[in-house]
């Protein structure tokens, strides 16, 4: 069974960084891809980023393009999320996802594993 844990969650103050880190526990599949995801207050659930096993990466063109990378270590199972210059709007709770089998995707449900979420709150 697969389990995620995200840490690296907290408070920053805008313009700041903050370093998120999923580690994957049971992942064996070789053909998997794990993400983030995040929610706002009273919005739907936004793809972040996505990296497969063997390398290939999407990020959110729209929000953190230019801000935030995604990065993963396979010896470890663990995919992490680098956000720099953090604004306001930025706060929410992060997900991290992984799907175990086809390619990499930005839609929520297709990601078959989730962890429990880690909040990110942003001041001015």
């Known amino acids: 069974q697969v389990q995620l844990v995200e840490s690296g969650g907290g408070l920053a103050q805008a313009g700041g960084s903050l370093r998120l880190s999923c580690l994957a526990s049971g992942l064996t599949s070789s053909s998997n891809t794990m993400a983030w995801f995040r929610q706002a207050p009273g919005k739907e659930r936004r793809f972040v980023g996505a990296?497969?096993?063997?390398?290939?990466?999407?990020i959110d063109t729209d929000f953190v393009k230019g801000r935030f990378t995604i990065s993963r270590d396979n010896g470890k199972n663990t995919v992490h999320l680098q956000m720099d210059g953090l604004k306001p709007e930025d706060t929410a709770i992060y997900y991290c996802a992984a799907k175990t089998s086809g390619q990499l995707t930005m839609t929520s449900r297709s990601y078959n594993y989730w962890g429990q979420g880690t909040q990110v709150t942003v001041s001015s």
């Open positions: 990296l497969t096993h063997t390398g290939d990466s999407a």
